[in-house]
């Protein structure tokens, strides 16, 4: 959870530049502001793969996700040439500690829960070998 103060810092840094990164329970979000500051946009990486992404990966990403959030638009987003998975969101905000902090909260929430989903599923493209003793 983020401190007031540091919410305040976030918040002035945003007024005055494009864009911060912040750690918010273990997770590392990218903050950009949009439109004259009149919308933010959050994004999270959530899955990277070694070289591909796993067909398991890709039929979560078409699936619902078991879980949502209930205000914002969260929604994940594949990249073919960097393996990889982030979620995003874009939306308005009051530019507010309690308001900024209750965002960054809930993306990192479901950040965590579409990460933990998506290594779950990796999980079923591994090829298990087995070893003669």
Not at 86 to 105: A, C, I, K, Q, R
């Amino acid at each position: 959870m983020l401190m007031e103060n540091n919410l305040e810092k976030v918040i002035t840094h945003l007024l005055h530049h494009d864009d911060v990164q912040i750690e918010v329970n273990g997770v590392e979000i990218t903050v950009h502001v949009v439109d004259d500051a009149s919308k933010i946009f959050l994004s999270s990486l959530i899955y990277k793969g070694d070289g591909y992404i796993p067909l398991s990966v890709r039929d979560c990403l078409k699936k619902e996700a078991p879980f949502t959030s209930n205000r914002l638009n969260i929604y994940p987003a594949l990249h073919e040439k960097k393996f990889s998975v982030t979620l995003h969101f874009m939306g308005s905000v009051e530019y507010s500690p309690d308001s900024v902090g209750d965002l960054l909260n809930e993306f990192a929430f479901v950040a965590n829960e579409w990460r933990a989903f998506l290594d779950e599923h990796d999980k079923n493209d591994l090829v298990h070998a087995r070893h003669k003793l």
